[in-house]
T-cell receptor, first 111, second 113 residues
């Protein structure tokens, strides 16, 4: 199947800082990528749909000014968690392709 | 409002037997369903999918059955192997590939030797 990578795999940061997570489709082009979040013992929840060359579409309850998404090319989407707080600590996963193939995820811990 | 439900948090099956994982959904607009396997701290791995125009799809040891009238689907794994031990997520979407997925909470499958 298609390969999706994420970087970094984990990050620890102080409260108030911003963190950028990259999602790349390695062997295919993706005009659409998806960002999900998973809290412990919970399901994956769709946060936003990243569209190459246009604005991202955010799910209800997800703050677009806090979770900035940029889809600058057909193989790269970035999610920036701005002014991160401890409640943003979670497992962030991106996906792309059809059917959706997922990256390995990024574990974010905000102290 | 949980639109995709996996009511069994865990399931224990003996190696070699059949594993049956169940999933129910409430949104009648869902028309494409997928099963993913996930290990801790990793992204989900796609297993198998089914369109609402079908009632069965098979791929090797994995078979997915869809009962639209009951809004129910199931994943059958036969024979079950130790490497199948993982969390299995049922997911659904409306429309084509431009839409995100709605996931269930997952079922932890444990294959016992």
């Amino acid at each position: 199947g298609a390969v999706v990578s994420q970087h970094p795999s984990w990050v620890i940061c102080k409260s108030g800082t911003s963190v950028k997570i990259e999602c790349r489709s390695l062997d295919f082009q993706a005009t659409t990528m998806f960002w999900y979040r998973q809290f412990p013992k919970q399901s994956l929840m769709l946060m936003a749909t990243s569209n190459e060359g246009s604005k991202a579409t955010y799910e209800q309850g997800v703050e677009k000014d806090k979770f900035l998404i940029n889809h600058a090319s057909l193989t790269l989407s970035t999610l920036t968690v701005t002014s991160a707080h401890p409640e943003d600590s979670s497992f962030y996963i991106c996906s792309a392709g059809e059917p959706q193939y997922f990256g390995p995820g990024t574990r974010l811990l905000v102290l | 409002d949980q639109q995709v439900k996996q009511n069994s948090p865990s399931l224990s099956v003996q190696e070699g037997r059949i594993s049956i994982l169940n999933c129910d959904y409430t949104n009648s607009m869902f028309d494409y369903f997928l099963w993913y396997k996930k290990y801790p701290a990793e992204g989900p791995t796609f297993l198998i999918s089914i369109s609402s125009i079908k009632d069965k799809n098979e791929d090797g040891r994995f078979t997915v059955f869809l009962n639209k009238s009951a809004k129910h689907l199931s994943l059958h794994i036969v024979p079950s192997q130790p490497g199948d031990s993982a969390v299995y997520f049922c997911a659904a979407r409306v429309g084509g590939g431009a839409d995100g997925l709605t996931f269930g909470k997952g079922t932890h499958l444990i294959i016992q030797p």
